[in-house]
């Protein structure tokens, strides 16, 4: 926001030069020239430093999954809050079109697995876990289980569950 | 290992990318030059003048950023003329063409290679030799880099990379990346799930914030 405060103040002053040379100073060129390469150099910090918010925030639904902790969403305007949506759910109709009737979910499985179950162990507490044929498993802080894979991946990633090879 | 996060990369040769961060704050980079006509009202914002009302004399000399001086340099000169800085003119070219490996790029400005780019798009008539210079010293370079990124594993790699510019940290960074990713699929945790990079970080990150 201050930035655009300065960049407002500087074009303000730009345009009051302008109509300045434009009535009989031709001198005083250099100064619009520079003022709008300084202009130019702070859009373009600014983009850049939004563009990078992005990405960043694009690389967290791959990691996080579609929701975002709240502390990350305290961070984030509302712009950004709305590009998230929208980003997920073009990932979500793209993911149903390309997998026959469900769809298939490019979130899992990012490394090839070899095996259905896996052993985890739990870092952190969760609460409670329910996993398909309705069991709720409690995660507690060093409680190990074998659950299938497609359940814990999420959890895994977000450093919740520890993945223990055998 | 895979990560999710790309950002920008800088550009290569004669272009800058816009939204590269790293592009941004290598024109961020001074160069020495001189005014060619008196620039009215200017000497407040490049630091030599009393008040905001004086003007630069002709000819005076200034350091000015690179992105200050693509914009205010113009095919017919008037504005600004710029000057090379020290380390790419003849005395260094010859320092390097003699053994480029012992310079210390990144004392010289972090930024040798992308910096030396960018310089080629003021006419100059040292530009030739610039260029040539400037790939030659890469070629030199890069073996060593090569080398020592592949056979660092998990060592302490503060004294290999000291002397290395911007683009060769990168470099290096990137074989150090596929050194780790073949160690570990070598030792069988390629199929292991682990938690991202983001996400460590990210819980690191988070207790300084609120602490702070």
Request: glycine content about 6%.
């Amino acid at each position: 926001r201050q930035t655009l405060e300065e960049m407002r103040a500087l074009y303000e002053r730009n345009q009051a030069d302008v109509s300045e040379a434009k009535s009989g100073r031709p001198d005083l060129i250099f100064l619009i020239r520079f003022r709008h390469c300084c202009l130019l150099r702070n859009q373009r910090c600014v983009l850049a430093y939004l563009y990078d918010r992005l990405l960043r925030m694009r690389a967290l639904r791959w990691e996080y999954g579609s929701v975002l902790p709240s502390s990350i969403q305290f961070h984030m305007s509302a712009e950004e809050v709305e590009w998230f949506n929208r980003y997920k759910k073009s990932l979500a109709t793209y993911m149903r079109s390309v997998g026959g009737e469900e769809g298939l979910d490019l979130t899992q499985d990012i490394k090839p697995p070899k095996s259905l179950y896996i052993e985890v162990r739990c870092l952190r507490d969760y609460g409670e876990f329910e996993i398909d044929d309705g069991t709720t498993v409690l995660l507690k802080k060093n409680s190990q289980h074998f659950l299938p894979r497609w359940k814990c991946e999420q959890l895994i990633r977000q450093g919740v569950l520890e993945h223990i090879l055998s | 290992m895979s990560d999710a996060y790309f950002p920008v990369d800088p550009g290569l040769g004669l272009e800058e990318n816009f939204l590269s961060l790293d592009d941004i704050l290598m024109s961020q980079e001074k160069l020495p030059g001189r005014a060619e006509s008196t620039l009215p009202r200017l000497a407040f914002a490049l630091g030599q003048g009393a008040g905001t009302g004086d003007s630069l004399p002709e000819g005076s000399k200034l350091e000015i950023p690179l992105w200050l001086a693509k914009g205010l340099h113009d095919s017919k000169r008037r504005i600004i003329s710029v000057e090379l800085p020290k380390v790419y003119k003849e005395a260094w070219r010859t320092v390097f063409s003699a053994d480029a490996n012992v310079v210390d790029l990144h004392k010289m400005g972090p930024y040798y290679y992308g910096f030396g780019s960018q310089l080629l798009n003021f006419d100059n008539p040292e530009n030739p030799e610039i260029a040539q210079t400037i790939l030659q010293t890469f070629i030199t370079r890069f073996r060593r880099i090569m080398d020592s990124s592949q056979n660092a594993y998990n060592e302490d790699t503060s004294a290999l990379v000291a002397r290395l510019d911007e683009l060769e940290r990168a470099l290096f960074q990137a074989g150090q990346k596929g050194l780790n990713d073949f160690q570990c699929w070598e030792k069988g945790q390629a199929s292991q799930i682990t938690a991202s990079s983001l996400v460590q970080n990210y819980g690191k990150r988070k207790f300084t914030d609120m602490e702070g």
